[in-house]
């Protein structure tokens, strides 16, 4: 009998994974099992700021949003019966609200609406709360002396693409020496 190890074994488990291809519904997973996935999913590892404050599961909510499900339908590839297919490159131009980093309110909003999704496990409810809290942010009028952006890209936010061959935890602690 032989014993391999592949490089995935290797690696760590990712905090968020997402469907390479999906029917109707594509959708960002918070990796609550801590599954390696082999091949069929996008490895998303959030940067140490992120992971630190303990943001991890807004970022999956934030990806899961019609701010972002929206924007996954431009910067993929389109394919009969509603089926989308994005590739590493592609998932690179997803917006994603990021307005979060920098407000306590829809912070604790978005957490509440995730400590009762993993109570009732209720996809929809979820996601029309947090759509809603989005869109009240987005509505509420502002003084505002310069531009802001409401939004930025996945790379922004991921410590490395899920290709690469550094272990997560490696990079994080290199990240806290910084």
């Given at each position: 009998?032989?014993?391999?190890?592949?490089t995935m074994e290797k690696?760590?488990?990712?905090?968020?994974?997402?469907?390479?291809?999906?029917?109707?519904?594509?959708?960002?997973?918070?990796?609550?099992?801590?599954?390696?996935?082999?091949?069929?999913?996008?490895?998303?590892?959030?940067?140490?700021?992120?992971?630190?404050?303990?943001?991890?599961?807004?970022?999956?909510?934030?990806?899961?949003?019609?701010?972002?499900?929206?924007?996954?339908?431009?910067?993929?590839?389109?394919?009969?019966?509603?089926?989308?297919?994005?590739?590493?490159?592609?998932?690179?131009?997803?917006?994603?609200?990021?307005?979060?980093?920098?407000?306590?309110?829809?912070?604790?909003?978005?957490?509440?609406?995730?400590?009762?999704?993993?109570?009732?496990r209720n996809t929809q409810?979820?996601?029309?709360?947090?759509?809603?809290?989005?869109?009240?942010?987005?509505?509420?009028?502002?003084?505002?002396?310069?531009?802001?952006?409401?939004?930025?890209?996945?790379?922004?936010?991921?410590?490395?693409?899920?290709?690469?061959?550094?272990?997560?935890?490696?990079?994080?602690?290199?990240?806290?020496?910084?």
């Amino acid at each position: 009998m032989v014993i391999t190890k592949s490089t995935m074994e290797k690696r760590e488990v990712p905090p968020i994974i997402f469907t390479l291809l999906a029917r109707d519904n594509p959708r960002f997973i918070l990796n609550e099992a801590g599954v390696r996935p082999v091949n069929v999913f996008h490895l998303i590892y959030p940067k140490l700021e992120i992971v630190k404050n303990e943001c991890v599961e807004i970022l999956w909510a934030l990806l899961n949003s019609q701010f972002s499900m929206l924007n996954l339908r431009e910067v993929g590839r389109k394919y009969g019966g509603n089926t989308i297919k994005i590739e590493p490159r592609e998932l690179d131009n997803l917006l994603v609200f990021n307005r979060c980093r920098y407000l306590k309110k829809i912070k604790s909003e978005i957490k509440n609406g995730i400590k009762i999704f993993k109570t009732d496990r209720n996809t929809q409810k979820f996601l029309n709360t947090l759509n809603h809290i989005i869109d009240n942010y987005l509505k509420e009028p502002r003084q505002i002396k310069k531009p802001i952006s409401y939004s930025t890209t996945l790379p922004q936010i991921m410590l490395f693409r899920g290709k690469h061959k550094i272990e997560y935890s490696a990079k994080l602690k290199q990240s806290k020496k910084d």
